[in-house]
T-cell receptor, first 111, second 114 residues
């Protein structure tokens, strides 16, 4: 089955700097790649997603890139703010299989 | 609009006791339903998923079981809890059809087995 690896496990950045989180997946048939944000004590919520027919997607300060050949995708957050501090999860899925998540990245934005 | 309810929010249970966590979804029909567990440093681990009433797929062999007695109800159970069952349990749903789509999570149940 699908296996998703996520790096780094923790990341600290200065406010205003950029943050990058990377994920690799094992099943070349996977075609849906969401990113979730989980604030302390709360439920994970979708922040951005990308499908395999697209190489890049952007939503304000957040962007996701996908390299199908290398089987990896990345989350980019620009101009980080303290409220970006949270745990971020990547996931991968194909049509008939549920989302398989990475182990998460704890992002700390230092003011 | 669709909403997902999960209870209880927190639970402390002794080793060897039974467990029943319930999740219900409102505002949609025949959703896909999921149970995930979040343990420290292990991310979101899929335990069970269901694409319809009575249809349960198990991803991780352990002493937990799941049932879907009604279209929008998903129950996670155990006959005898282990210390290793402690964690944050999350129910989720996605629209019927393909599983490769956004999943919406409930508020979670923090289970501590003592």
């Amino acid at each position: 089955g699908e296996n998703v690896e996520q790096h780094p496990s923790t990341l600290s950045v200065q406010e205003g700097d950029s943050a990058v989180i990377k994920c690799t997946y094992s099943d070349s048939a996977s075609n849906y790649f969401p990113w979730y944000k989980q604030e302390l004590g709360k439920r994970p919520q979708l922040i951005i997603d990308i499908r395999s027919n697209v190489g890049e997607k952007k939503d304000q300060r957040i962007a996701v890139t996908l390299n199908k050949t290398a089987k990896h995708f990345s989350l980019h957050i620009t101009e980080t703010q303290p409220e970006d501090s949270a745990v971020y999860f990547c996931a991968a899925s194909k049509g008939n299989t549920p989302l398989v998540f990475g182990k998460g990245t704890r992002l700390s934005v230092i003011a | 609009s669709q909403t997902i309810h999960q209870w209880p929010a927190t639970l402390v249970q002794p080793v060897g006791s039974p467990l029943s966590l319930e999740c219900t979804v409102e505002g949609t029909s025949n959703p896909n339903l999921y149970w995930y567990r979040q343990a420290a440093g292990r991310g979101l681990q899929l335990l069970f998923y269901s694409v319809g009433i009575g249809q349960i797929s198990s991803e991780v062999p352990q002493n937990l079981s799941a049932s879907r007695p009604q279209d929008r109800q998903f129950i996670l159970s155990s006959k005898k809890l282990l210390l290793s069952d402690s964690g944050f349990y999350l129910c989720a749903w996605s629209p019927r059809g393909l599983l490769s789509t956004e999943a919406f999570f409930g508020q979670g149940t923090r289970l501590t087995v003592v």
